[in-house]
């Protein structure tokens, strides 16, 4: 058996491990980064990056679609599905190699490989066995079914409905959460029938009820059919297409069903539960400073419990990087990580929500809701929606809440805003831009400080 080692092993090169490899080879330290298949990850090669591309796409098709509106005569004669891939192939291909020869410019040591925890602080990969000062497990999550639904054929989860080379004339989205969504927003541009099917009451049903409710209006405004608090019962499909039935008795047909309801970790097999690490159902637990009941080993991105999110993987890498280099990092509660569903239209928030505050502060919250509608580049992009922030009274905005098309570039301010715990007159003194969406933000922020300009007090 062969041995090596390094201040750091990594395991797993999504944006948890490549994150905290970056940071740490800055700081100096060694670091070999093992993983079996792409470095990037689910995000760079079957998350993120992959669908925003077939949502800039679909944007592009709504835009040919109601060009008429705005005077420019277009059609739309359809989508080229394999077209779109490979527009959606070659940005995947360009951040790739731009990855590999960022990680390979710091000098962290790529093995390629299934790792497999083998003690406290050694991965088997393959013959050899990779030491670390401190191993970092960072092996990331899947997409997950539902008990006796199997995926196969037409049933399928994210990573099939990426590779589809055409556009299905009908889907049942199983699951209204974030990437459920997406994938709906997606086809219907795309000019599918599409039926989304959630459990909860609402879509997005972690998000403020006032954004979810406002993304279901807008999505029945696009002609999606949504069966909210109804639960999936079976499934079955044949050559014609896919039969789903519901607990109320509804049958449902289509050409695919997409199963998006939820991703579990990536754990199983991996050694961790003999080398005793605590965990709860596959989840990897960790303290706020990420640490196991290990010693120096740490775990970082979806294994861990909370929000699956690339940026929250980024930031935890990062954290360890500097933990381990001693250079005591802030800690950046979950509530607070930025949160943007990519639909049309989008949601974003951070921070608490108004029933959140509520139940932390009761009668102490004051909220205020700023309507897109008095927004010039809003009226200008024909889009609807509102900026919501929800304040303790007198004291700092705790939460912003977004819904309208591209609303998620204004998650940067909003997430600023919310950390540094400013209070409406903090931003309200400040300039916005105009005539842009971001003004909608000064806004709302000149409305709660009490001096509204183009809202009603
Ligand atoms: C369809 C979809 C859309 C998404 N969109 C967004 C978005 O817009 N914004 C956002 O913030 N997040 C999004 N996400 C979530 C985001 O992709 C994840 O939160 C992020 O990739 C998690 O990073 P990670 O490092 O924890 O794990 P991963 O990115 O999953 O990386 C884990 C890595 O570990 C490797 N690995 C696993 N086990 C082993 C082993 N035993 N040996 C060696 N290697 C191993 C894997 O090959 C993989 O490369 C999306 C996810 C999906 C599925």
Redesign the pocket.
């Known amino acids: 058996m062969a041995a090596e080692s390094a201040d750091l092993v990594i395991?797993?090169?999504?944006?948890?491990?490549?994150a905290c490899a970056l940071r740490a080879s800055q700081l100096g330290k060694s670091v070999i980064l093992?993983?079996?298949?792409?470095?990037?990850?689910?995000?760079?090669?079957?998350?993120?990056i992959?669908?925003?591309a077939l949502l800039h796409a679909a944007e592009v098709a709504d835009s040919a679609r109601e060009s008429e509106a705005f005077g420019v005569r277009a059609t739309l004669d359809g989508i080229d599905m394999p077209k779109v891939n490979a527009y959606r192939d070659q940005v995947v291909g360009r951040l790739y190699k731009g990855l590999q020869g960022l990680v390979k410019s710091r000098n962290v040591h790529m093995v390629e490989?299934?790792?497999?925890l083998v003690g406290p602080n050694a991965v088997q990969?393959g013959d050899t066995i990779y030491t670390g000062t401190t191993v970092v497990l960072?092996?990331?999550?899947y997409?997950r079914t539902l008990p006796g639904l199997e995926i196969g054929g037409r049933i399928m989860t994210?990573?099939q409905a990426?590779e589809l080379d055409y556009v299905p004339k009908s889907v049942i989205v199983l699951g209204g959460g974030?990437?459920g969504v997406?994938?709906a927003s997606i086809w219907r541009s795309f000019g599918a029938e599409v039926t989304v099917v959630e459990a909860l009451p609402h879509l997005v049903p972690n998000e403020d009820e006032a954004c979810s409710k406002a993304l279901e209006r807008a999505f029945r405004k696009r002609g999606i059919t949504l069966s909210l608090g109804v639960r999936f019962a079976s499934a079955t499909q044949n050559a014609d297409g896919v039969q789903v039935g519901l607990e109320d008795g509804t049958t449902l047909q289509a050409d695919l069903l997409l199963v998006a309801v939820g991703?579990g970790p990536?754990t199983a097999g991996?050694g961790f539960d003999e080398q005793g690490i605590t965990m709860d159902r596959g989840w990897v637990l960790v303290d706020d400073r990420l640490r196991t009941n290990l010693p120096n080993v740490y775990a970082?991105?979806?294994?861990t419990p909370g929000l699956?999110?690339?940026?929250?993987?980024f930031q935890q890498?990062i954290f360890v990087a500097e933990e381990i280099a001693g250079l005591n990092p802030e800690v950046i509660p979950d509530i607070n990580i930025p949160r943007?569903t990519?639909c049309e239209p989008e949601v974003a928030s951070v921070g608490l929500t108004e029933a959140q505050a509520r139940e932390q502060y009761g009668e102490a919250v004051t909220v205020y809701e700023y309507n897109l509608g008095g927004n010039g580049k809003s009226q200008i992009l024909a889009t609807t929606g509102f900026i919501k922030l929800v304040q303790r009274t007198d004291g700092p905005v705790v939460g912003v809440h977004m819904v309208g098309s591209r609303v998620g570039e204004q998650i940067g301010e909003a997430q600023l805003i919310v950390n540094w715990e400013a209070n409406p007159q903090d931003v309200a003194s400040l300039i916005h831009a105009h005539p842009t969406q971001n003004e909608a933000m000064g806004e709302a922020h000149l409305a709660l400080a009490g001096k509204p300009l183009h809202a009603h007090a």
């Open positions: 395991l797993g090169g999504g944006s948890g491990g490549y093992i993983d079996r298949d792409k470095l990037g990850g689910t995000c760079l090669h079957r998350g993120c992959p669908t925003k490989g299934t790792g497999r990969v960072a092996t990331g999550s997409a994210s990573d990426l974030v990437i997406e994938f991703r990536s991996m970082v991105g979806d294994i699956q999110l690339a940026h929250r993987g890498g943007v990519y």
